[in-house]
C-alpha cells in the first residue's frame, strides 16, 4: 500500500485504511479536517493554544473511536462533534481554574426566552465580529453554537450542563446584548 496515493482516496476508502491503523491514511484524514476543527475549537476558546490542544486531543479521540463510526451521516460533523466536546470540556476546565464573571444573572438584560428572533439586521461580518467581541466569552459561546455551528436549545444544554430553561435565557440575553452592540457601533 505503500504506492497508494492518499490524497486521492475517498474519505470512506480513508476511514476504513484509519481503521487498520494505517498511519499514511490517519495523518492525510488530520491533514484534511485540521483547519475546520480548529476553527471550530477556536470559536469556543479563544486561545490558540487551547485551542489547537482540544482540536489534537479531538482527532486522537476520533482515532480511537473510529469503529463506532458506521458511515451513518456526514464525518466531518461527527469529528466535529468530538472537538467541540473537547473544547467544550476545555473551557470548563479553564472557568473553574481562571474563573468567569459573566453577566448572565443580570435581570436586566433578560428579554422573554419564548422570543424567537429568526433573522438580524444586515450588518457586516466586521461589525458583527466587532460586537461579538464585546460580549462574555459565555455569551459569544451560546450565540456561535446556536446560529454558526446549528446546535440546538437541547443539544447545547447537553453540551454546557445547563438545565434547558437556562440556555434558553442566557440565548436571549446574548442576543439583546448582541443587538444593542450592533445599533451603539452603527451610531459611531
Known amino acids: 500500500m505503500s504506492s497508494l496515493n492518499y490524497k486521492e482516496l475517498h474519505i470512506n476508502n480513508l476511514i476504513l485504511a484509519c481503521k487498520r491503523k494505517d498511519q499514511n491514511a490517519q495523518m492525510e484524514l488530520y491533514q484534511r479536517y485540521y483547519q475546520p476543527l ?7 476558546l479563544k486561545n490558540r493554544d487551547d485551542a489547537q490542544d482540544a482540536m489534537q486531543e479531538g482527532m486522537i479521540t476520533a482515532f480511537e473511536k473510529l469503529d463506532q463510526f458506521q458511515g451513518e451521516g456526514n464525518f466531518g460533523g461527527w469529528l466535529r462533534k468530538i472537538v467541540v466536546r473537547k473544547s467544550i470540556r476545555y ?3 479553564n472557568k473553574r481554574n481562571i474563573g468567569d464573571s459573566s453577566l448572565e444573572n443580570n435581570t436586566e438584560l433578560s428579554e422573554n426566552p419564548d422570543t424567537e428572533d429568526t433573522e438580524f439586521p444586515n450588518f457586516s461580518s466586521e461589525q458583527l465580529d466587532r460586537a461579538l467581541g464585546k460580549l462574555t466569552h459565555r455569551y459569544s459561546l451560546i450565540l456561535k453554537m446556536y446560529y454558526l455551528e446549528g446546535y440546538t436549545h437541547e443539544e447545547i444544554s447537553e453540551l454546557l450542563h445547563w438545565s434547558y430553561s437556562n440556555c434558553r435565557t442566557i440565548l436571549s440575553r446574548a442576543k439583546t446584548q448582541l443587538k444593542k452592540h450592533l445599533h451603539e457601533g452603527t451610531k459611531d
Open 38 to 44: 480548529y476553527h471550530a475549537a477556536y470559536a469556543i
Open 91 to 93: 473551557y470548563h476546565y
